[in-house]
């Protein structure tokens, strides 16, 4: 990689964007930045592009006329519109997994087969097509189950059933929206987790293992959702799991090699931790989350544009064999609105607004901030240890206010 500046462009919306922008910004080979579509506020970090996610001919056409150098697809929408594969054919550096590859993250019935296939310890399950049949293999297995469509994108499209009655119901609603292909696993309780690793598609490293809270009240009440808070480096993942986690990952990118679809770029694996030593595997991520992603980059020292370049170079394996973190702590939480347009006070008073990354919030003429309904923005903040970061994530908290928040207080207690 030359030593000139380099011109990125970031394609994906919500938090996860903006995280990496801001990582981004502070590494001095980086001239400029672009974000598309973003989150619709305004940056003084980056420069909003008025452009889809799976827009792929605008894209290509904005990368050409502004000679970007690397473009980092960051969204399940941009990845499953394989903007990957189109990039590389037209000739563009670009840090992702195609479509192919990354089809075991983005479709949990797919991902899960692709688990059983490589024999990796996972929860019993059952892919489904028609409503009886579904019923039927409930009859045998051990509630609580987990009942979720396979391309799952919102809170509605899930559900932990702790009784036969409610999984019917459930079943009944999803068939009758005109879904036709339904997983449903059991539950695994445990602490959840998810291991991030690096990856050229043949050789990957660990950045680090991720804690994870996943339900939307406190003390794993509420909904399950893709996360709600999470905390890194998570203590409770030993070597032991991390050397398994390891023969798992090899297994994965020799499988998607065989098949002729390598997997490029950050690849998260999803588990609960049932023992010390002992765990399931939930599923795969197709990137960082916006729930998790200030918490991992943060604890990066390696150059990441250097690693991204060694990755689509093929000189990965030769020159990395660790990725390099500091020693701080990071714990974030995802706050999230009952209601529409609701005034956000308090962000004006948070040490570093750089903590905040928001997902979807509508921006005043006056540089505040109104609610969506949902997911608003995440906050997370660091420290020396994850008991200090979280006490100065709960005190920033505490200054934001607006009818119906909602977040975790128990993240980390």
Known sequence: ???????????????????????????????????????????????????????LTGLLKFVLDNEIDLTIPVSEKSLKSDIVSFFQENGQNIFGATAPACKIA??????????????????KFGIFDKQQVAEDWLKTANFPVLIRCSEANSHGDRLVCPTMSLAREFLDNLFSKGENEILIEEYTYGHNFTAYYITDGY?????????????????????????????????????????????IIKNTLCSLDKRNTPYLGILGIDCTLTDEDKFVVNEFRSFLQDFDATVVLRLVEDDLIKIFYACIEGLFADEYNIIKTNDYASVSAIVWARQYNKVIKGLDIIDDIN????????????????????DCFVLTRTASTISRAKDYLYEDLNQIKFDGIRYRSDICK
């Open 203 to 247: 050789s990957a490293i660990p950045i680090c293992a991720v804690g994870n809270y996943k339900f939307t009240s406190d003390g794993d009440g509420g909904f399950l959702t893709n996360g709600v808070g999470a905390f890194a480096p998570d203590y409770k993942v030993s070597e032991v799991v991390f050397s398994r986690l390891e023969n």
């Open 355 to 374: 903590d905040v990354d928001f997902i979807d919030v509508k921006q005043t003429s006056n540089g505040g901030y109104l609610t969506e309904k949902g």
């Open 1 to 55: 990689m030359a030593d000139d500046k380099k011109k990125i462009l970031i394609v994906g919306s919500g938090a996860v964007s903006s995280v990496l922008a801001k990582i981004l910004k502070q590494n001095q080979s980086i001239e400029e930045i672009f974000v598309a579509p973003s989150n619709g506020i305004d940056s003084d970090i980056y420069k909003k592009v008025d452009l889809r996610e799976d827009d």
């Open 106 to 123: 983005l479709n949990k019935a797919y991902g899960k087969r692709f688990l059983y296939k490589i024999h990796a310890q996972t929860a």
